[in-house]
């Protein structure tokens, strides 16, 4: 299997080796670079997003966003279609890649002159295949469409590879989970370009994030894919969130807490959903590698989840907190959030020490 090359994204490296890179794509239209967007788009950052693409439909939305080139330390992308001058414009404002689809930017001069401006200003240019572009509707087998997919994105990739242009990410993209995972491993055996996976219109929040754990994980595990991104039709939170924990639980990302926790039973004390719930924020942003149980009841609570770095319980109208199987708190349950909290940060402190 080739490994894929390294190629820099702004700050952040893909491929070679490199840690697998999430990524968003900001899901409204932007006007203006205010306060409220800059917070946005600091805490996707924190909940462990690398790389943003925005969708620069005109020239206008270039100079509209260009401010947070500045405001973040986060690589920008842009998703231009049809207009090879957004993308001049885009490349030349600093975005750091840029996402074409060159059956739709036309002409060969024009991605030319792309491919000169993204060489001269170090611009990375990501190029996307889409099963949706072509024509595999019908009797087509998944690999018979997969093979099409690839042929597409070799299609596409023949007027960069003719002037030297290789700060490439590829993108090969199905809403059917065999074609993605079929196309991409193909696309590898041939070629060492950083691959972007995600399943494209892949649903709401839980079909989207099955679909794509399917069709992700056994290309991840291949070590197939340097970046991804869950789409998902809901907030981008979720879709970090997602691919967050999809890269934590492959084993492919450090630094994160792992959560254990109890469905709730009838013998329940403890409304684990609504504790988990308050300290979602400290649970998505600590930079703490441990595990962590929220649980029910002391029936099976410490039991359970007696190998958890930090775990909580209920227990009648208390919570018993519990570290590494051993019972160190026990506090009334309106003080359990506090103290629990107050646990946290010295495990936090325990683990950087
Ligand atoms: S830990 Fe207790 S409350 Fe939670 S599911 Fe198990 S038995 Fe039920």
């Known amino acids: 299997m080739t490994t894929s090359r390294i190629i820099q994204v702004g700050s952040v490296p893909m491929g070679g080796g490199s840690p697998v890179s999430i990524q968003t794509m900001w899901d409204k ?22 790389l943003i693409r925005f969708a620069l439909p005109n020239l206008q939305a270039v100079d509209q966003l260009a401010p947070l080139l500045k405001k973040t330390t986060m690589p920008l992308v842009g998703d231009i279609h049809f207009d090879y001058k957004i993308a001049l414009k885009a490349i030349e404002a600093g975005f750091h890649k840029i996402r074409i689809n060159p059956g739709n930017i036309g002409e060969s001069w024009k991605i030319e002159e792309i491919i000169a401006a993204a060489a001269d200003h170090g611009t990375v240019i990501r190029i996307g295949a889409n099963e ?23 299609g596409n990739l023949e007027i960069f590879e003719r002037k030297g242009f290789r700060d490439i990410v590829i993108s090969l993209k199905s809403s059917d989970i065999d074609v993605t995972y079929l196309s991409n491993k193909e696309f590898r055996k041939h070629h060492d370009y950083p691959l972007h996976l995600g399943i ?18 056994g290309l991840l595990k291949e070590g197939i894919g340097e970046t991804i991104r869950i789409s998902i039709s809901d907030s ?7 691919a967050s924990e999809l890269l934590t639980n492959l084993g492919l990302k450090k ?9 709730k039973c009838g013998r329940t004390s403890f409304d684990t959903h609504g504790f988990l719930e308050s300290i979602k924020e400290e649970l998505n942003t600590l930079p703490l590698e441990a595990s962590v149980a929220v649980m029910g009841c002391s029936v099976n609570g410490p039991g359970e989840a007696r190998h958890a770095d930090l775990g909580i ?7 018993l907190i519990f570290k590494q199987g051993e019972i160190i708190r026990r506090e009334d349950i ?3 959030k506090e103290a629990f909290l107050e646990e946290l940060e010295q495990l936090r402190q325990e683990f950087s020490s």
């Open 313 to 319: 319980t209920g227990n009648g109208k208390q919570v």
């Open 236 to 242: 981008p939170e979720y879709e970090i969130l997602a």
């Open 29 to 50: 239209p932007v006007s203006i670079v205010d306060d409220s967007l800059i917070a946005a788009v600091d805490n996707l950052n924190r909940k462990g997003c690398d």
């Open 200 to 217: 494209t219109e892949a649903g709401p929040l839980i079909p989207a994030i099955v679909k794509s754990t399917i069709g992700l994980s």
């Open 255 to 263: 630094g994160r807490i792992k959560i254990i926790s109890c469905p």
């Open 334 to 336: 309106c003080s359990a």
């Open 132 to 154: 949706g572009s072509l024509n595999t509707s019908g009797e087509w087998s998944a690999s018979a469409r997969s093979q099409r997919l690839v042929e597409a994105a070799e």
